[in-house]
């Protein structure tokens, strides 16, 4: 399972977008990469997922590159309910452990 | 609806006093999972099952239990449970779907451990 790196914690303000990148050097060559969004005391739920190029759906949209070593995911116009740990996921889907990481957490102020 | 249940939301308990997290999905999953989830350390998973009869331990399996023996359920089992297993816990799952494997989340259960 390919390791991630994320940024500890974002800030931003209601209205802006942000982008949240993910390092991930040792993918390999099956890897998805998935997102996941958690607010405090709820468990985690899936965002988005992709494998190359770009990919939007009505929450957010998730950049990779040719070289699929990271990934951006990106939150249009975010508010203040955006405020959650954002995790980012590389695997090939299941058949072992996964780990979560400590993911990012975006904190969107007014 | 599609959904994980975890039951007990929230519980307080014993050193040493048995207990067991039940976990049901109604989605006719093949994999189930548990997770912790700490202050600073993130989602630590516990153990996982790719189907009925099939358990394997994930990265921090040490005092728990795991039993699979219909697709929808994978209770949480905690023998001799004790006060650093206090934690908030999580039970998922998801088709076998190969790389597109996709994690639906119970709500947590919070278990205090004294």
């Known amino acids: 399972l390919a390791k991630t790196t994320q940024p500890i914690s974002m800030d931003s303000y209601e209205g802006q977008e942000v982008n949240i990148t993910c390092s991930h050097n040792?993918?390999?060559?099956?890897?998805?990469i998935t997102w996941y969004q958690q607010f405090p005391s709820q468990g985690p739920r899936f965002i988005i997922q992709?494998?190359?190029t770009k990919v939007t759906n009505e929450v957010a949209s998730l950049f990779i590159p040719a070289d699929r070593k990271s990934s951006t995911l990106s939150l249009p116009r975010v508010s203040l309910s955006d405020t959650a740990v954002y995790y980012c996921l590389v695997g090939d889907g299941g058949y072992s452990t996964l780990t979560f990481g400590k993911g990012t957490m975006l904190l969107v102020s007014p | 609806e599609a959904q994980v249940t975890q039951n007990p939301r929230y519980l307080i308990t014993v050193t040493g006093k048995k207990l067991t997290v039940t976990c049901s999905q109604n989605m006719n999953h093949e994999y189930m999972s548990w997770y912790r989830q700490d202050p600073g350390l993130g989602l630590r998973q516990i153990y996982y099952?790719?189907?009925?009869?099939?358990?394997d331990k994930g990265d921090v399996p040490e005092g728990y239990k795991v039993s699979r023996k219909e697709k929808r359920n994978f209770p949480l089992i905690l023998e001799s449970p004790s006060p650093n297993q206090t934690s908030l816990y999580f039970c998922?799952?998801?088709?076998?779907?190969?790389?597109?494997?996709?994690?639906?989340f119970g709500a947590g259960t919070r278990l205090s451990v004294l």
């Open positions: 040792n993918i390999a060559t099956n890897d998805y």
């Open positions: 992709g494998y190359k």
């Open positions: 099952s790719m189907n009925v009869e099939v358990t």
């Open positions: 998922a799952s998801s088709k076998n779907d190969g790389p597109k494997n996709i994690q639906y």
